[in-house]
C-alpha cells in the first residue's frame, strides 16, 4: 500500500543510453513531482503535472522528457545519458496546484550513469 | 526569488540532549514553511508545516517549529533527542498560488551515544 512508488530503485547504466524511470501514487493527488538530488544533497524541482499538464518545467535539459498518462503516473524517461545526471531522482505528489499542500515522496531511484 | 538556508551542514547531538535545527528563507511575502526528514535511502518525509495562525507548529516525532516573522526564520527543535532521529533534515519554502517549493540544502544530524 505504498502511496509513491517508483521503479527501479537503482539504475546503473552506460553513457549515451536511454532510460526510464516510473511513478505512481495511489493517494488520490492531483499534482505530481520529479525532483533531482545531486551528490551534495541539494534537491531541486524539474517538472510538475497537475491532472496531466505540464506546470512546471524548470531548467532541464531537453534530453529529459515527463510523460503523465493519468494523474496517477509520472514517469521521466531520459535519452543520451550524461555522467552529470547522475543522482538520485525522486517522484512526489501533492493534492493540487496552489494550494501548497505536502509533498509525498517516493523512495527515490539512485541513477549511475559510467 | 524565494531562497532558503540552513546554515548548519552536520550537527551532532547526544542522545537525550535538545535540539534545535535553523532554518532562514528570503521571500518578501508571508511563506508556507515545512520541515522534511530523510532517512538514509529514503524518500523526504513531512515532520510538520506551518501555513498561518499560530507561529509554535507540532509536528510528528515529537518535534515543533517556531516562526518568526521578524527573524525570517523557522528553526525545528526536538527537547530530547533519540538515535533514531539521526536523519538529514531540510527546511522548504513555498508560497500561496506557486507549486515550486525551494528547499533548503539540509542539515545532517548524527546522535551519539
Known amino acids: 500500500d505504498t502511496a509513491v512508488s517508483q521503479t527501479p530503485k537503482y539504475l546503473v547504466t552506460q553513457m549515451g543510453n536511454d532510460k526510464s524511470i516510473k511513478c505512481e501514487q495511489n493517494?488520490?493527488?492531483?499534482?505530481m513531482y520529479w525532483y533531482k538530488q545531486d551528490s551534495k544533497k541539494f534537491l531541486k524541482i524539474m517538472f510538475s503535472?497537475?491532472?496531466?499538464?505540464?506546470?512546471i518545467n524548470e531548467t532541464v535539459p531537453n534530453r529529459f522528457s515527463p510523460k503523465s498518462p493519468d494523474k496517477a503516473h509520472l514517469n521521466l524517461h531520459i535519452n543520451s545519458l550524461e555522467l552529470g545526471d547522475s543522482a538520485v531522482y525522486f517522484c512526489?505528489?501533492?493534492?493540487?496546484?496552489?494550494?501548497?499542500?505536502?509533498?509525498?515522496f517516493g523512495n527515490g531511484t539512485r541513477l549511475t550513469v559510467t | 526569488a524565494q531562497s532558503v538556508t540552513q546554515p548548519d551542514i552536520h550537527i551532532t547531538v547526544s542522545e537525550g540532549a535538545s535540539l534545535e535545527l535553523r532554518c532562514n528563507y528570503s521571500?518578501?511575502?508571508?511563506?508556507?514553511l515545512f520541515w522534511y526528514v530523510q532517512s538514509p535511502g529514503q524518500g523526504l518525509q513531512l515532520l510538520l508545516k506551518?501555513?498561518?495562525?499560530?507561529?509554535l507548529v507540532q509536528g510528528i516525532k515529537g518535534f515543533e517549529a517556531e516562526f518568526k516573522r521578524s527573524q525570517s526564520s523557522f528553526n525545528l527543535r526536538k527537547p530530547s533527542v533519540h538515535w533514531s532521529d539521526a536523519a538529514e533534515y531540510f527546511c522548504?519554502?513555498?508560497?500561496?498560488?506557486?507549486?515550486?517549493?525551494?528547499f533548503g540544502t539540509g542539515t545532517r544530524l548524527t546522535i551519539i551515544p
Open positions: 512526489a505528489s501533492s493534492l493540487g496546484a496552489g494550494n501548497n499542500s505536502p509533498l509525498h
Open positions: 493517494l488520490g493527488h492531483d499534482t
Open positions: 522548504a519554502v513555498g508560497f500561496f498560488g506557486n507549486e515550486k517549493l525551494t
Open positions: 503535472y497537475n491532472n496531466k499538464e505540464l506546470i
Open positions: 521571500y518578501g511575502a508571508t511563506p508556507y
Open positions: 506551518y501555513f498561518s495562525g499560530d507561529t
